[in-house]
């Protein structure tokens, strides 16, 4: 099992930043991927960001890129994402998940594919 717990959520104008953390807890953190996704009221879930468990890949969805960075710190459990320029779409549910895998490079896009998940945080960009 592994525990997730997002924070840094919160309200903050457009044009500002914001910096999400997620700590991890349970089995060997560095042998999971990691993956940023989002949820806005009457919204599907959709994917934002990425990163390997090496942290040597990352991707992101369109809409964030050149916005959003995601990173990772396998010796403190935590994976981060920054958000800055952020805009009233990015309000949202932020979730962190888990996936667990056997390449040191693989990268999940999809949420069926990821294995834990953390209760969200909210994030709402005023405009």
């Known amino acids: 099992q592994v525990q997730l717990v997002e924070s840094g959520g919160g309200l903050v104008q457009a044009g500002g930043s914001l910096r999400l953390s997620c700590a991890a807890s349970g089995r060997t953190f560095s042998n999971y991927g990691m993956g940023w996704f989002r949820q806005a009221p009457g919204k599907e879930r959709e994917f934002v960001a990425a990163?390997?468990?090496?942290?040597?890949?990352?991707y992101y969805a369109d809409s964030v890129k050149g916005r959003f960075t995601i990173s990772r710190d396998n010796a403190k459990n935590t994976v981060l994402l920054q958000m800055n320029s952020l805009k009233p779409e990015d309000t949202a549910v932020y979730y962190c998940?888990?996936?667990?895998?056997?390449?040191?490079?693989?990268?999940?896009?999809?949420?069926?594919?990821?294995?834990?998940w953390g209760q969200g945080t909210q994030v709402t960009v005023s405009s």
């Open positions: 990163i390997s468990w090496s942290g040597g890949r990352t």
């Open positions: 998940a888990a996936v667990f895998a056997l390449s040191p490079i693989a990268i999940h896009t999809e949420a069926h594919n990821y294995d834990y």
